[in-house]
Structure formats: C-alpha cells, structure tokens
Nanobody
Framework: QVQLVESGGGLVQPGGSLRLSCAIS????????IAWFRQAPGKAREGVSCIRGRGGSTYYADSLKGRFTISRDNAKNTVYLQMDSLSPEDTAVYYCAGDLPPFRRWDDSGEYEFWGQGTHVTVSS
C-alpha cells in the first residue's frame, strides 16, 4: 500500500517560514514525480511545485518562484517544501501527490494516483 503522509503545517505570521514534509512509503516514488498542491477555501486545487526524475528536476508555479523550494532526501524517502516570506494568500491545505508518470504535466492533479491527507497552513497575524 502506497502512502504519502504530510506534516509540518501550522499557524505562522506573515513573513514567516514553514517546512512541509511528505514521507513516502515506497522508495520508487522518490525517484519519480512527487508534487505539492494546495487548496484554499473556496478555490480550486493548484499545483505548487514538483520534483521528478533521478536527476531531481524541479518545477514551480510561476507566482511562487523564489519563495518556495522543493527538495528530497532519498535516504529518508521524504520530499520537502520550504516556504518563505509567507503571506495570508498562502493559507491553504497543502497536499503531497505522486506518482507522476514521465512526460506528463506536473501541475495537472489528474495525473497523480496517490495523495496524502493534507496539512493545514494558516498565515495570519
């Protein structure tokens, strides 16, 4: 059974940082495509970032470049999302997703078979 378990969400003040973790139960996933999506209240789910391939190519939503950084630790079977300079607009439930097939769009949620349960991120003073 493939499992993705997110952690690291919480309440943070504007301008602060959080690091989300996605622990993956199957090693093969770590070398394939793992992505972060988010869904704010009343809004559609949107792609945040993705890391894929043995070389670890990374992709970001244009609006988030420079503030968010995705990485992975193959030894720990974990993918991370470092989020800096957070604003209230970043408030959402953040989901980890896998396994993105090769040559597919990373920001299309329909391409992912496995999802975590989500972790809440609230940015508020």
């Amino acid at each position: 059974q493939v499992q993705l378990v997110e952690s690291g969400g919480g309440l943070v003040q504007p301008g602060g940082s959080l690091r989300l973790s996605c622990a993956i139960s199957r090693f093969a996933l770590v070398s394939s495509g793992i992505a972060w999506f988010r869904q704010a209240p009343g809004k559609a789910r949107e792609g945040v970032s993705c890391i894929r391939g043995r070389g670890g190519s990374t992709y970001y939503a244009d609006s988030l470049k420079g503030r968010f950084t995705i990485s992975r630790d193959n030894a720990k079977n974990t993918v991370y999302l470092q989020m800096d300079s957070l604003s209230p607009e970043d408030t959402a439930v953040y989901y980890c997703a896998g396994d993105l097939p090769p040559f597919r769009r990373w920001d299309d949620s329909g391409e992912y078979e496995f999802w975590g349960q989500g972790t809440h991120v609230t940015v508020s003073s």
